[in-house]
Nanobody, 122 residues
Framework: VQWVESGGGLVQAGSSLTLSCVDS????????MAWYRQAPGKYRELVAG????????KYADSVKGRFTISKNNDKNTMYLQMNNLRPEDTAVYYC????????????????WGQGTQVTVSS
């Protein structure tokens, strides 16, 4: 299982970015994928998740209305469209599999890719 995140960068507040996550492994064996982020000195948090078959989504309250998660099943690729970025969105963003019924990674192997850095200046 291997995910490759890309699309991060340094932008000003109010800008937009689109992150991509390509799965070169067997993530489709799981029922959902999600974007997480970790800011310096903070715990990693769930940003947005989506189920592979039903496209059910979940968003953190802090990003609702600004971020949109989507996927292309044929390409095993997931996206995160981020609009109206704020300095507090600054973090390393990761993608990973999770259980779409609980939105939890409990019991999952603790593997994470390198992530992609998003930095938002004020």
């Amino acid at each position: 299982v291997q995910w490759v995140e890309s699309g991060g960068g340094l932008v000003q507040a109010g800008s937009s970015l689109t992150l991509s996550c390509v799965d070169s492994g067997n993530t489709i064996a799981f029922n959902a994928m999600a974007w997480y982020r970790q800011a310096p000195g903070k715990y990693r948090e769930l940003v947005a998740g989506i189920t592979w078959r039903s496209d059910k989504t979940k968003y953190a309250d802090s990003v609702k209305g600004r971020f949109t998660i989507s996927k292309n099943n044929d390409k095993n690729t997931m996206y995160l469209q981020m609009n109206n970025l704020r300095p507090e969105d600054t973090a390393v963003y990761y993608c990973n599999a999770l259980d779409g019924s609980t939105w939890s990674r409990e019991g999952f192997y603790d593997y994470w890719g390198q992530g992609t850095q998003v930095t938002v200046s004020s």
